[in-house]
């Protein structure tokens, strides 16, 4: 079992709103990556966080912003919630940004009405 | 960017049998190929990985082979059991662990 835990585990959340989801990276990993994965669809990147700085983004609207804490845990922050951001959202932690594996936590499942 | 096609999108094989998946990818700079197994409700896991200066690799059951020429790539259980059921998805990046890209996943089922 992964140390890559995510809360919450699921999320109601009405079409405009705003919503952070909360990923605490397993002991020792400085990078976190977050995807998003619709039904039927597999993940889909949506940015990294290393040492605290973005290492790179996905194809996804300013919207989705995120943080990375000095304990290397992470947020990810979506603003004005569209229908089509339902979906689970997954974080996989590693140690370093290549040759090493990534760890996924179990998602948080997000449903925009 | 990468793009991953992943076939087939479903695949249903008896107990004992062979499965295989495929994917290709469009980046050349790809060089770290992954499979993720995610069973209903949980966390992809990795279940075997690939780099570009390899051409095969092989876990128990499972192995991955590699053509880089062709930019494909392919999974294959041998002696498949009803616990090996879930969606498989292969994925490409030019990192371990940096943006992977994914196929859209395989739906393997295991009839007893």
């Known amino acids: 079992e992964t140390g890559v835990t995510q809360s919450p585990t699921h999320l109601i959340k009405t079409r405009g709103q705003q919503v952070t989801l909360r990923c605490s990276s397993q002991?020792?990993?400085?990078?976190v990556s977050w995807y998003q994965q619709a039904l039927g669809q597999g993940p889909q990147f949506i940015f990294q966080?290393?040492?605290?700085?973005?290492?790179g983004r996905g194809n996804f609207p300013p919207r989705f912003s995120g943080l990375q804490f000095p304990n290397y845990s992470s947020e990810l922050n979506v603003n004005a919630l569209e229908l089509d951001d339902s979906a689970l959202y997954l974080c996989?932690?590693?140690?370093?940004?290549?040759?090493?594996?990534?760890?996924f936590g179990q998602g948080t499942r997000l449903t925009v009405v | 960017g990468e793009n991953v096609e992943q076939h087939p999108s479903t695949l249903s094989v008896q107990e004992g049998d062979s499965a295989v998946i495929k994917c290709t990818y469009s980046?050349?700079?790809?060089?770290?190929f992954p499979w993720y197994k995610q069973e209903l409700g949980k966390r992809p896991q990795l279940i075997i990985d690939?780099?570009?200066?390899?051409g095969e690799k092989k876990d128990q059951r499972i192995a991955v082979t590699l053509n880089k020429t062709a930019k494909h790539f392919s999974l294959h259980i041998t002696e498949t059991q009803p616990e090996d059921s879930a969606v498989y998805f292969c994925?490409?990046?030019?990192?371990?662990?940096?943006?992977?890209?994914f196929g859209k996943g395989t739906l393997l089922t295991v009839n007893p």
């Open positions: 980046d050349s700079a790809s060089n770290y």
């Open positions: 690939i780099r570009s200066n390899v």
């Open positions: 994925a490409a990046s030019t990192g371990s662990n940096y943006k992977l890209t």
């Open positions: 996989a932690s590693s140690s370093g940004v290549s040759n090493t594996e990534a760890f």
């Open positions: 966080y290393y040492r605290e700085e973005e290492n």
């Open positions: 002991s020792g990993h400085n990078t």
